[in-house]
């Protein structure tokens, strides 16, 4: 059943084996976190009056801090219970499903000092109402750092709430009113505190800030997302960004996928649609995906080349039909948990090569003789909330590389094969044409495995 709603493998080339990438696929070190887990009371104000309302804030905070230091929280989920009698201001209006976000005050207090904040664009994934029964709302995102001006504990408390609510009916259309804007506050003298971190004095001069997830430079959302249309008008539109990492076999190293060192981080535009047990999504690249990467050839040449991956349709078929191109189906068993599988092909193409600071002429149409079929999974919450997918995958044998020399035994010996390593890790969907979870942000890549 549906509810009706309205990578690069950076720097596979390098010419000859026994390559060593030497480009920036290293990171450095993480802070040791605990893990939040509060539940809040609130008092809610719903459009048919007052409601006790339960808040459970998870996420995770580092253990210490340094003066001087930003100390950065990291994602976080506010999950609201919208009790049963206030759903039914929701199913009064015809709502079906529902769209949202949360704003939630913060307090950080340190040595009888305490300074107000928000943590704003805590974004919900299109959520079915249920008739009858209370609606859970889990609205996640990224948060900003605090930064300790002295030395002892350092207390994050919640504050006053606000969550928006965008319904949509079964055919998808919009609500009257379109929007519901609901007020919350703590219930007082309850407890607030999420976490408390403990700063000491820096030592020396004050380190420079540790770097956060990389991020597209434009701060509205890009104009592109959400121009990819499902197979029939009631899914909805939106786009993510994905970032990793592919361990390429035959290379022994890390590549990065979409690196922003060397171009604008590439979109991928989503077309989704709810069904009983999750969600099916469509996946299109805005763009191929291009970048660029320096070798070690032969322990001491270094060669420099050019990445592109380019979408194939997964199918022959008509090129503009979604279903054709990249698929992700999420599936919750009942636990919670979507179980995510995706797949996608991707041609990948060779350019601009230079071996010890000579051109090397591979010629214009150097790639992959069939796109590399590529399966993905990974388990996550939600999978419009983000999360790790991974899988092996076949580098494809090359074809027309060189020009004046047959260059493709050179690039099928050193690149070409296959149990090549794909991780990567999905943002936060932005839905462009109901304004939930915008702009989009490109994920800091994840290194640990998926879990299931």
Request: negative net charge; glycine residues 14%.
């Amino acid at each position: 059943m549906r509810f009706r709603l309205r990578g690069t493998l950076r720097g596979v080339a390098v010419i000859g084996s026994g390559a060593l990438l030497i480009g920036p696929a290293s990171g450095g070190g993480t802070a040791r976190a605990q893990d939040a887990d509060v539940g809040l009371a609130y008092t809610c104000r719903f459009p048919s009056g007052d409601q006790p309302t339960g808040v459970r804030v998870r996420g995770a905070f580092p253990d210490k801090g340094v003066t001087g230091r930003p100390i950065q929280p990291g994602r976080i989920t506010a999950e609201v219970t919208i009790p049963a009698a206030a759903v039914a201001d929701l199913t009064g209006i015809g709502a079906a499903s529902v769209t949202g976000t949360v704003r939630l005050g913060t307090l950080t207090g340190q040595n009888g000092k305490t300074t107000e904040a928000s943590w704003d664009g805590l974004a919900t994934a299109p959520t079915p109402v249920p008739g009858g029964k209370h609606l859970v709302l889990a609205a996640s995102g990224e948060v900003p750092p605090v930064t300790a001006p002295g030395a002892g504990d350092l207390a994050f408390s919640a504050g006053a709430l606000e969550l928006t609510v965008v319904p949509r009916t079964a055919e998808g259309g919009a609500t009257a009113p379109p929007k519901l804007a609901i007020a919350c506050e703590p219930v007082p003298e309850r407890p607030l505190t999420l976490a408390t971190v403990g700063v000491s004095a820096a030592e020396g001069a004050p380190a420079p800030a540790a770097p956060g997830a990389p991020k597209p430079e434009a701060d509205e959302t890009p104009p592109e997302c959400g121009k990819y249309a499902g197979p029939t008008d009631d899914w909805i539109s939106g786009c993510v960004y994905m970032s990793g990492f592919s361990n390429v076999q035959k290379l022994s190293g890390a590549t990065i996928l979409n690196d922003p060192e060397f171009q604008a981080p590439a979109l991928t535009n989503l077309a989704f649609a709810l069904t009983d047990t999750g969600a099916t999504v469509r996946q299109r690249f805005v763009r191929p995906i291009r970048s660029r990467s320096t070798f070690l050839t032969f322990g001491f040449v270094p060669t420099t080349a050019t990445m592109e991956l380019i979408q194939r349709p997964l199918d022959p078929g008509d090129p503009q039909d979604p279903k054709d191109y990249g698929t992700f189906e999420a599936i919750d068993d009942g636990t919670g948990i979507q179980k995510v599988s995706a797949r996608l092909k991707m041609a990948i193409r060779i350019s601009d090569v230079t071996a010890g600071g000579t051109p090397l002429n591979v010629g214009r149409r150097c790639e992959t003789r069939i796109p590399a079929d590529i399966t993905l999974t990974g388990t996550m919450p939600n999978i419009l909330e983000g999360g790790l997918l991974e899988g092996e995958f076949t580098i494809p044998a090359f074809r027309g590389c060189g020009a004046g020399e047959d260059l493709d035994p050179v690039f099928n010996g050193s690149v070409a094969g296959p149990d090549n390593l794909l991780r990567v890790t999905l943002g936060s969907s932005c839905l462009a044409d109901v304004g939930v979870g915008c702009p989009p942000v490109l994920p800091a890549p994840k290194r640990t495995a998926a879990t299931g």
